[in-house]
Every structure is written in structure tokens, then in C-alpha cells.
T-cell receptor, first 116, second 109 residues
Framework: DAGVTQSPTHLIKTRGQQVTLRCSPI?????VSWYQQVLGQGPQFIFQ???????GRGNFPDRFSARQFPNYSSELNVNALLLGDSALYLC???????????????FGAGSRLTVL | AQRVTQPEKLLSVFKGAPVELKCNYS??????LFWYVQYSRQRLQLLLR??SRESIKGFTADLNKGETSFHLKKPFAQEEDSAMYYC???????????FGGGTRLMVKP
């Protein structure tokens, strides 16, 4: 298994543009979560999706949106990009939506977004 | 709101010395604590979790509810332990991790 895969690995956008980031979970995992990691900080929760439904949302503006597809892959969209959106965007997958002893997150390598 | 605090941005020790990476949390519910590690040029990966009470790569961490802490310890640091370490708490709904700011551990030869 390739693990959690994310694309693109790096991208550069300008202010006001829109970006779409993609994530494929580990085979058999039904839940996908998105985190933003600004340089020098820990990851911050953006969304969780399970069975195509949003199950959790962090403290991010409506410019951020996401969706999950029938094959459990996911996309994160960010509109009207700001300089402060520059960050590493991490996708993580898990078997189920709710936490339990064995249900831990496995992270992808991330998509590094630079907004100029 | 929950919060996870890692007071040290950088911790530098010599090989063979004991290591303690501090983590304090603030959460009104029942905490579920994790330590994640990120080695150079690798992805974030789970190191250990408090419910398992396990030792991974010589590291242990004990949840102290009285002090609201979950410090990561290793008696003898190795150079390959050099990495970024993140402490995280999972909310009671089980759908969100709150991370601390991370501690960079440097183990010098």
C-alpha cells in the first residue's frame, strides 16, 4: 500500500486565486481529515469527512471547503487565496470517523502551498 | 476549547543523555493523548499513545491528569532520535486532533 497520497506536492499561487488539493486515503480507510501546518507551528485541524459527509470543521473561514468522493478520496479547495494561506496542507486517513483505541490517523506527505 | 502546549521549541542533548519532551494539555473532557514524530524529509507518523501504555523506540509517556501533562521520556538518547516531536490530544468526538507547536530534538554525538 502506498499509504496516504497527496497531490500536488508543491504549488505556487498568487493572491486571489483558487487552489484544489487532492488526497487518496489508505485502502480500506473511510475517513479523511485535512490539517494546515504553517511554518514553525503544529498542524491545525480544518475538516474531517466520512462516507462523503462532513463530520467536523475547524476554525477556518468559508473560503475553505472540501468534499469526499465515493472512492473515499478527497479534495480541499481554498478560494480567494491570501498570503497567510501559505502552508503545508496535510491529509490524514483513518478506518472510521470516531476515535477509538485502534483508530489512529495516518498522514500523507503534504502539499506545500506558497501564495505570492 | 482545548489546548496543547509544548513549552520548548528546541531541546539539544548529547548522545546517551536522558531526554524529556514536555507536553501540557487543557481539555474539559477526557483526554486522549498522542505523540507524533517527524524525521527529516519524512512524513508525520505516530510514535505512541497513552491508552496503549507502550514503549516505542525506547520512548515512554505517562498521562498525569493531576498535572495535565503527557511528557515524553527516553533514558538514553540516540542520534537517530533527532526529529520534530508533536504532542496531540484527540477530542471526545474522536474526529479532531489538537497539536502542540512541536519540539525539535537534536541529539549531538
Amino acid at each position: 500500500d502506498a499509504g496516504v497520497t497527496q497531490s500536488p506536492t508543491h504549488l505556487i499561487k498568487t493572491r486571489g486565486q483558487q487552489v484544489t488539493l487532492r488526497c487518496s486515503p489508505i485502502s480500506g480507510h473511510k475517513s479523511v481529515s485535512w490539517y494546515q501546518q504553517v511554518l514553525g507551528q503544529g498542524p491545525q485541524f480544518i475538516f474531517q469527512y466520512y462516507e462523503k459527509e462532513e463530520r467536523g470543521r475547524g476554525n477556518f473561514p468559508d473560503r475553505f471547503s472540501a468534499r469526499q468522493f465515493p472512492n473515499y478520496s478527497s479534495e480541499l479547495n481554498v478560494n480567494a487565496l491570501l498570503l497567510g494561506d501559505s502552508a503545508l496542507y496535510l491529509c490524514a486517513s483513518s478506518l472510521e470517523a470516531r476515535g477509538s483505541g485502534a483508530n489512529v490517523l495516518t498522514f500523507g506527505a503534504g502539499s506545500r502551498l506558497t501564495v505570492l | 476549547a482545548q489546548r496543547v502546549t509544548q513549552p520548548e521549541k528546541l531541546l539539544s542533548v548529547f548522545k546517551g543523555a536522558p531526554v524529556e519532551l514536555k507536553c501540557n494539555y487543557s481539555y474539559s473532557g477526557s483526554p486522549e493523548l498522542f505523540w507524533y514524530v517527524q524525521y527529516s524529509r519524512q512524513r508525520l507518523q505516530l510514535l505512541l499513545r497513552h491508552i496503549s501504555r507502550e514503549s516505542i523506540k525506547g520512548f515512554t509517556a505517562d498521562l498525569n491528569k493531576g498535572e495535565t501533562s503527557f511528557h515524553l521520556k527516553k533514558p538514553f538518547a540516540q542520534e537517530e532520535d533527532s526529529a520534530m516531536y508533536y504532542c496531540a490530544n484527540r477530542n471526545n468526538a474522536g474526529n479532531m486532533l489538537t497539536f502542540g507547536g512541536g519540539t525539535r530534538l537534536m541529539v549531538k554525538p
